[in-house]
Nanobody, 121 residues
Framework: QVQLIESGGGSVKAGGSLRLSCVAS????????MGWFRQAPGKEREGVAH???????YYHDSVKGRFTMSRDNANNTVYLQMNSLEPEDTAVYYC???????????????WGQGTQVTVFS
């Protein structure tokens, strides 16, 4: 059974940093796609970053240069390091997985429960 458990959300002042973690179980994460998505109030969920099973990283234009996704294969965990946070980054952040090695933003089918990130000015 696939499970994704996020942690690391919270409230931070604009310009600050947070690191989100997602522990995956039920599959070998290193060979599959993993991603981070977010949903702000009143908006549709959008992709923030994802990593293919081949090691390719993709980022939403709005977070390039500020957010960095990484993977710890030994612990089946992915991270999202978020720097220079802006109030516009406020959202519920979700970890996601696609049990395939190559994927696009719409290929994710497994989701975590989400973690709230609030950035105040």
């Amino acid at each position: 059974q696939v499970q994704l458990i996020e942690s690391g959300g919270g409230s931070v002042k604009a310009g600050g940093s947070l690191r989100l973690s997602c522990v995956a179980s039920g599959f070998a994460g290193r060979t599959y796609c993993m991603g981070w998505f977010r949903q702000a109030p009143g908006k549709e969920r959008e992709g923030v970053a994802h990593l293919t099973g081949y090691g390719n990283f993709y980022y939403h234009d709005s977070v390039k240069g500020r957010f960095t996704m990484s993977r710890d294969n030994a612990n089946n965990t992915v991270y999202l390091q978020m720097n220079s946070l802006e109030p516009e980054d406020t959202a519920v952040y979700y970890c996601a997985a696609a049990l395939r090695s190559w994927c696009g933003w719409t290929d994710f089918t497994y989701w975590g429960q989400g973690t709230q990130v609030t950035v105040f000015s």
